[in-house]
């Protein structure tokens, strides 16, 4: 007897820590998922080849990098190598505006390309891996961001209009902290020596240990009563 097809979803994988809970959450849920990466100009490709990995050992559906180029816009310190990354000693210090580590627009931009994917391959479930408590305070991360693009996508596309269900996009992190978010994908097996989630690492993909996301991830394993697998 064979066994009923699993639902395809596309899951937004960078290499991070979030993306790769997300992706264990797709699985656990029943999805095939099929991961997608995106070269997008950063100042490092290590995570790239993280997502690779946790592609493999997560045993996603599928993982394709997809090449777009935001650093002929510039304006991010993550574009732009004549943009320092802010560093910082403490997680107390990282600031509640928008950081210089935005990416205009980028989420945008990825949503919308895992759109066109999740239409060729008749999915109607897109996961990303958002959080908007331990985060940067980046716009495109906030709920209503997520809602708003959901309510667009399932007005641009034949599948939103046509098809028999709409299209959704899950956030399954997006009110969780970074410690919950940690616990649970250790309960999900996922491995977090494999994931990079540092602004500006070093050789071989060494986190600085000071930007803001090397401060909320360690702070996250903390609490956790865990040092980060990745140092």
Do not use: W
Not at 28 to 42: L, N, P, T
Not at 71 to 98: M, R, W, Y
Not at 114 to 119: G, Q, T, Y
């Amino acid at each position: 007897m064979t066994s009923p097809q699993k639902r395809s979803a596309v899951v937004l994988l960078s290499g991070g820590l979030d993306s790769a809970t997300c992706l264990a959450i797709a699985n656990a849920e029943g999805f095939a998922a099929h991961a997608i990466s995106f070269r997008y100009g950063q100042r490092h490709e290590y995570e790239l080849e993280r997502a690779q990995q946790l592609a493999r050992s997560l045993g996603a559906a599928s993982h394709r990098v997809v090449d777009i180029n935001l650093a002929q816009f510039g304006g991010s310190a993550l574009t732009d190598a004549s943009i320092g990354v802010p560093k910082h000693e403490a997680v107390e210090e990282v600031g509640e505006t928008i950081p210089v580590t935005y990416v205009p627009a980028r989420n945008t931009v990825f949503l919308s390309l895992a759109l066109a994917f999740a239409e060729t391959i008749q999915s109607t479930d897109i996961f990303i891996g958002v959080n908007a408590l331990d985060y940067s305070g980046y716009p495109d991360c906030r709920p209503a961001f997520i809602t708003a693009f959901q309510t667009m996508a399932n007005l641009a596309t034949k599948a939103g209009v046509e098809g028999a269900e709409p299209l959704r996009i899950h956030t399954p992190l997006l009110d969780l902290t970074k410690a919950q978010i940690i616990a649970k994908g250790i309960s999900l097996g996922v491995d977090y020596s494999q994931t990079l989630s540092c602004y500006d690492p070093g050789e071989g993909g060494t986190p600085c240990g000071h930007c803001d996301a090397c401060l909320l991830r360690n702070k996250g394993f903390a609490e956790n009563a865990m040092t980060d697998p990745s140092v």
